[in-house]
């Protein structure tokens, strides 16, 4: 029996173009395509940026609404993933900024302890509380993307710096701080990097 | 290119954007300098170690499956209400072309019926009386012809005005009538 031809190329998965073509479209196949793809790589980049499995989740849904919504005006002068990425970024600085000036209600600090549903998974609180979350959630915003767009996004200094619209020097600037405070922040114990910190390691 | 120079440019050397003649100086200051392929080799592993954890720390995350029904959902919707608004645009222009036709015929219309009544019969006035109590009149009038015709898939119309000229010669007894 014959299979749609619409299900047959989503099988066959769509090359960047194809993908492009499709968002300009509005295709929902593209669309499927670009979660498929997409989704995951991106849902981890924004747990690393904002530190929270929910937010993050929160974040990449609108990331991909907007990238929906905005989908007839891409021009195709970046990859896909780069131009997620781009509104992945813009909606977490908005988080963060709001998460600065939201005030905790100390009744509802006091109410009933959410249902076992309402918590974090395991992973999460492992990544919120674990010693890499915390190392991270201890750096600014701008030390923090700029570590994960070199060590988790893979990219290239100068690719960083056109991404956050910085000079190559400021991301050079803002990268070595960022090592030196992770590698200060790390306890000894759970320090990945070969060695305890730098401060450690002076004493020795 | 000394050791200042070599630090300054170490994450361009990394990324293999340094230009030939300066991957070529820095190769050269790598050769004799064991304190910068130091600083080279551990960049490498603090580059490693971050990539290693970061991976490890998020390769268990998926995306929940209901970020995805949301997505397609939002944008159904999105293409249903754009949908509604080009089927009023759709039905006002279905309507666009025969409300142009029909206003085009009723200007034609009214275009055929100006001109018909339009140019009046001119009357010459009375000439001098001819011999026997006559008067010669000379009548002119115009009649408008409105002809079209198909060629090719389109319709050419021609609206032409022929003038007509009559000359008669009035009896005696009319010429009294006023």
Redesign the interface.
Known sequence: MLEPFSGWWHKRGMDEEQLVQGLRS?D?VA??EL??SH??R???SA??LCGD?AEA?DL??ET??QA??SGPRFRGCSSVYTWLHGILLNLTRHYHRDRKRMVYDEELARQEPAPPDEYPSR?DV??IT?A?GEALGGLSGPHREV??L???E?M???EIASHLGISNGTV?SR?HYA?AE?QRRLPCETN???ACGTEEKAKR | MNCRGFKHRLYEYLDGTLSRAAQVGAERHLSGCAACRQALRQERQIAQSFSDKFQRTTESLHLPPEVQRRVLAALASQRGARGQEQGIVFSWGRLAWPLALAASVLLLLAGVFFFARGPRPQTVLPQPQLAGGGVLVELSYVVPTYTFRQESGFVIDALIYQTNVINERLPAELTRLK
């Open positions: 509005q929902p669309v499927q979660v498929v989704g995951d991106l849902f981890r747990c690393l499995q989740q990449v849904q991909l609404l929906v919504r992973l492992e990544l674990g890499l570590l994960i070199r060590f988790y893979d290239k200094i100068h050079k990268l090592i992770m990945l990097f070969g």
